[in-house]
Nanobody
Framework: QVQLTESGGGSVQAGNSLKLSCSFS????????MGWFRQAPGDNRQFVAG????????IYRASVEGRFIISRDNAKNTVYLQMNSLKPEDAAAYYC?????????????????WGQGTQVTVFS
């Protein structure tokens, strides 16, 4: 079964950057679309970014477009989320997930596995 482990969270000042990593194991990584979601206290988990299994297609929620970059290294079984120009509203627990359905990358229920999450705090 798929196992995911996020890392790279932390506390940063607004305007600065963080890079999250998600390590994948248990199945062939190249078969999976990967997504990043986030959840702030009291809010529902929301889609942030997704990348297809071939590393050709990416998609972002509107509020992070142009600031966040999702990427993957299929040789290292790792997906990344580079977060630039961070804002206080980006603060949340960030989760990576794995799915085989690129067309439903924004749909949480279509994901096979989730990591435990990594916390991002942004102070002004």
């Amino acid at each position: 079964q798929v196992q995911l482990t996020e890392s790279g969270g932390g506390s940063v000042q607004a305007g600065n950057s963080l890079k999250l990593s998600c390590s994948f194991s248990g199945r062939p990584f190249s078969e999976y679309t990967m997504g990043w979601f986030r959840q702030a206290p009291g809010d529902n988990r929301q889609f942030v970014a997704g990348i297809d299994e071939t590393n050709s297609l990416t998609i972002y929620r509107a509020s992070v477009e142009g600031r966040f970059i999702i990427s993957r290294d299929n040789a290292k079984n790792t997906v990344y989320l580079q977060m630039n120009s961070l804002k206080p509203e980006d603060a949340a627990a960030y989760y990576c997930g794995a799915t085989k359905q690129w067309r439903l990358v924004k749909v949480q229920s279509k994901y096979e596995a989730w990591g435990q999450g990594t916390q991002v705090t942004v102070f002004s």
